[in-house]
């Protein structure tokens, strides 16, 4: 995050005054600017603020009736160092009445050395009409950078947007500035997923850095909670239903300081932006104002993303998945996944596939059997298809070096390549979690069906159901690139997913998305570690699906229940106590995709209790609600997991709804708060207007409401009916 320093002066002239707001030079700058900008800004409030008044009086509040609201609009100003967004609501004369109410509020920050700002479009609005295009222009006179804020026409604006605004930024060579969100104006939704999530963002911190998708690996000596995670879509919504999105072509950086303000920096000398064909240095966004959050999601996802029209396989949103990696990690063998599996029928437990994990190879890239462990995969996948199971395999998008299947791909030119100049075609050696490699270039179509042939004849061979794909992140392009430039690097995890992954059917999982919305997949939140705390823990949870939410992944699995065994510091751990294993299973009871590994067997007979009484609740409960939610998103887009405030209905109490971070909807009809807490057997919870029905005790209640320590005993998952 730049600081921000400057001067604000009218002429180029002043370039050798020292920053110093208190220089006379300095000051007369800025007396003429603010007059500049005083007359902008009269000029645009007159066009919506007229001084004759119509008939009609607004009420007591301030606000018209909502018989006499015909047109809510918004206009954007700029002042001082601030561009601010309105919203207005006229009368059905057209005529302003109520006072405009800011929505959006942008700082610009600056790493020069000086800056001083020239308006160059002092020009008045072309028209009164509040949607007709103005341009805002500001051009600081060192150095040639220029911010110029354009009023998209109404052409460009679809029926739920009120306007749009676009921003875009030039910095001449070597300077940076930034377009900053200030973060107290409104609870922020949205952005990138992070180890120490946050709903809403507002009080999250990250440092700037290049707006990519990363793996919280810790491999090259940055901290997990310092890196964007692996979903990094551009789009930011607010509560006040402003929507800002940044254009693919930006080479983007992000940062946030907690509560004050989100940076967005065009930053196209990081590491993260070379090799680009095409490429465009400056900062792009798009602000858009709607009538609230929600209206925005539905505008900002009709404008930019193609939603799914097809749920991935039906049996793995409604059956768990059973995946070996927390129970017996790199250790599995075949014996282990066969006893699994019994154990699994033999119980009564519901299973929509087991899932062998890292490693049942020997060496990585291969796809070869460790014949020690796995003596006979064909007759194991044999044996548990016989018992009604299907199997799945973890694969990498890697090949260690001493494998085959690496000399085969490197000679062939499938791999990443070498970032050199002189164009040698040298394989890239990625470093990633289990060693060192080469990477399938999945922009290379060659290379994608040498990939998939060599999946699809395993399969075969093997009776195997469908893949867990890991990777494909942008974090593991680093030092490397591919064959052919891309115009931007998160085109490699669109490719990934889109080009691969989706090539299995629809009982695939994946880790990492970019425009990826519309595949019918499972999306697996980061592996998570096994504790109660915000920070990857059980607590991280429900603002991961809801951040998902907000990006359009719907199909979302919270990993593993209990988390992968992993302390909160380390990969080592140990098995996440029984308490905190209960309550992980009955939040991902309630989201779409479960997946176990430790198994509630390897506690004891209660918690195998309320493990299948949970999956009851599931079933009864959660994936009715989950189907009519689902039927909701394929014809209007609306998500699956909801935020609170979705069912807001405008009134005063509403407030509360925009920060709860523990409770989320199902559809239109379910209301969960899951017990996250240790040591809890009740909660407060927090009811939307509307009549709910308590799941557990059949009593109705109206909203909006807090209901104070509502019961929730340790078998127990606090749900609420719309009735
Ligand atoms: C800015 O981005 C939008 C889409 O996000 C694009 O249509 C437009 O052409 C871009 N403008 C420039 C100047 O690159
Ligand atoms: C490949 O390298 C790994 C790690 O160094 C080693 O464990 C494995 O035995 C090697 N495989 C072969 C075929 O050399
Ligand atoms: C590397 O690959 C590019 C693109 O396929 C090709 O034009 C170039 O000749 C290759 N360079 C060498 C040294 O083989």
């Known amino acids: 995050i730049k600081t921000k320093k400057q001067t604000m002066t009218g002429s180029a002239t002043t370039r050798q005054v020292p920053v110093n707001q208190s220089s006379s030079s300095g000051f007369i700058g800025r007396a003429i600017l603010v007059l500049i900008i005083s007359f902008i800004v009269y000029s645009l409030l007159s066009a919506y603020f007229p001084a004759s008044t119509d008939s009609i009086a607004p009420d007591e509040s301030g606000s018209l009736k909502e018989d006499q609201v015909s047109l809510v609009t918004s206009a954007v100003a700029f002042e001082n160092d601030r561009l601010k967004v309105y919203r207005t609501e006229s009368s059905s004369s057209g005529k302003i009445k109520k006072k405009s109410e800011l929505i959006g509020e942008f700082s610009l920050a600056w790493s020069g050395e000086k800056l001083s700002v020239q308006s160059k479009s002092d020009q008045q609005p072309s028209s009164s009409r509040p949607t007709d295009a103005r341009d805002l222009s500001i051009t600081w006179s060192n150095g040639g950078s220029s911010l110029t804020v354009t009023t998209l026409p109404q052409s460009f604006i679809n029926s739920r947007f009120l306007s749009c605004h676009r921003a875009v930024l030039t910095t001449a060579a070597k300077e940076s500035a930034s377009l900053c969100l200030e973060l107290p104006a409104a609870s922020v939704y949205g952005g990138g997923a992070a180890f120490d999530q946050r709903w809403p963002i507002n009080s999250q911190s990250m440092p700037s850095q290049a707006y990519v998708s990363n793996d919280f690996a810790e491999l090259t000596g940055a901290k997990r909670s310092d890196l964007w995670g692996g979903f990094v879509e551009r789009l930011w919504l607010t509560s006040r239903g402003l929507l800002v999105h940044v254009d693919d072509a930006t080479p983007l950086s992000v940062g946030q300081e907690a509560d004050r303000r989100l940076c967005l920096t065009a930053t196209p000398d990081d590491e993260a932006y070379l090799w680009r064909s095409n490429p465009r240095d400056y900062l792009n966004v798009t602000i858009c104002a709607a009538d609230s959050a929600k209206e925005a999601y539905l505008a900002a996802h009709s404008w930019l993303y193609t939603r799914p029209t097809s749920s991935p396989d039906r049996r793995m949103l409604r059956e768990p998945i059973w995946c070996t990696w927390a129970r017996h990690k790199t250790a599995v063998a075949q014996s282990d996944v066969e006893s699994l599996a019994n154990d699994v ?55 260690n070096k001493n494998t085959s299947a690496y000399d085969e791909a490197a000679a062939a030119g499938y791999l990443l390549i070498e970032r050199v100049n002189d164009n040698n075609n040298k394989s890239a050696d990625i470093l990633w979690w289990q060693g060192v490699g080469g990477q399938l270039d999945p922009t290379n179509p060659s290379a994608v069906s040498w990939f998939a042939n060599r999946l699809v004849t395993f399969r075969q061979q093997f009776g195997i159901e469908s893949f867990k794909f890991d990777a494909g992140e942008v974090y593991y392009l680093r030092g490397a690139r591919t064959q052919a430039p891309l115009e931007a690097p998160m085109q490699f995890t669109t490719a990934y997913v889109q080009q691969v992954a989706a090539k299995f059917g629809g009982a695939v999982e994946v880790r990492a998305g970019y425009r990826t919305q519309s595949v019918p997949v499972a999306t697996r939140m980061f592996d998570k570690d096994s504790h109660w705390g915000g920070r990857n823990g059980l607590r991280s949870i429900v603002p991961n699906a809801l951040m998902l939410s907000m990006a359009g992944y719907h199909f979302v699995m919270p990993d593993m229940i209990g988390g992968n065994a992993y302390s909160e510091d380390s990969m080592e751990g140990a098995r996440p106590e029984r308490e905190l294993y209960i309550r992980w299973m009955q939040l991902s009871s309630f989201l779409p995709i479960v997946q176990f590994s430790i198994a509630p067997w390897d506690y004891d007979q209660e918690v195998t209790d309320i493990a299948l009484k949970t999956l009851k609740l599931r079933a009864e409960v959660y994936i009715p609600a989950l189907e009519a939610a689902l039927t909701q998103l394929f014809s209007t887009g609306e998500p699956v997991t909801r935020p609170l405030w979705w069912a807001s209905d405008g009134t005063v109490d509403d407030v509360r709804l925009w920060t709860v971070d523990d409770q989320f909807l199902v559809g239109d009809s379910l209301l969960v708060a899951p017990v996250i807490r240790q040591s809890s057997v009740a909660r407060d919870i927090l009811l939307p207007s509307g009549r709910w029905k308590d799941g557990y005790s059949g009593r109705l209640v109206d909203g909006p409401l807090l209901l104070k320590d509502h019961p929730a005993k340790l078998d127990m998952v606090p749900h609420f009916i719309r009735v």
């Open 345 to 399: 029928t033999r119980l009564g437990f519901p299973a929509s596939q087991i899932e062998i994990d890292d490693r049942y190879t020997i060496n990585y890239g291969d796809l070869a059997w460790d014949p020690i462990k796995f003596p006979n995969p064909a007759e194991m996948t044999a044996k548990l298809k016989y018992i009604g199971h299907r199997v799945t395999t973890w694969i990498v998008p890697f090949f």
